[in-house]
Nanobody, 119 residues
Framework: QVQLVESGGGLVQAGGSLRLSCAAS????????MGWYRQAPGKQRELVAR???????NYVDSVKGRFTISRDNAKNTVYLQMNSLKPEDTAVYYC?????????????WGRGTQVTVSS
């Protein structure tokens, strides 16, 4: 089974930066899309950023211009560089990998890493 392991979360002051890493047990070439989701208390999990195998990226409006998703295929790792952090960014961040076929979609999740941004 595919394993996704996040790291890099922690406590940071508003305006600071963090870089999250997601190491995959399999080659990330196996996945059509990899991304980061987050879930704050009482809220639904939302997509933060994603990157396709071709390098195309998407971001939720609230993080555009502040967050950057990237991948390192040689290290089987995706990153989320988070700059200008705001208290509203506080959430558990989850790594996600998706593989689509004409029949169905396969989806994998990491355990999550806590990001807390203080005022």
């Amino acid at each position: 089974q595919v394993q996704l392991v996040e790291s890099g979360g922690g406590l940071v002051q508003a305006g600071g930066s963090l870089r999250l890493s997601c190491a995959a047990s399999d080659s990330i070439f196996n996945f059509n899309t990899m991304g980061w989701y987050r879930q704050a208390p009482g809220k639904q999990r939302e997509l933060v950023a994603r990157i396709t195998s071709s390098g195309s990226t998407n971001y939720v409006d609230s993080v555009k211009g502040r967050f950057t998703i990237s991948r390192d295929n040689a290290k089987n790792t995706v990153y989320l560089q988070m700059n200008s952090l705001k208290p509203e960014d506080t959430a558990v961040y989850y790594c996600n990998a998706q593989q689509s076929t004409i029949i169905r979609e396969y989806e994998y999740w990491g355990r999550g890493t806590q990001v807390t941004v203080s005022s």
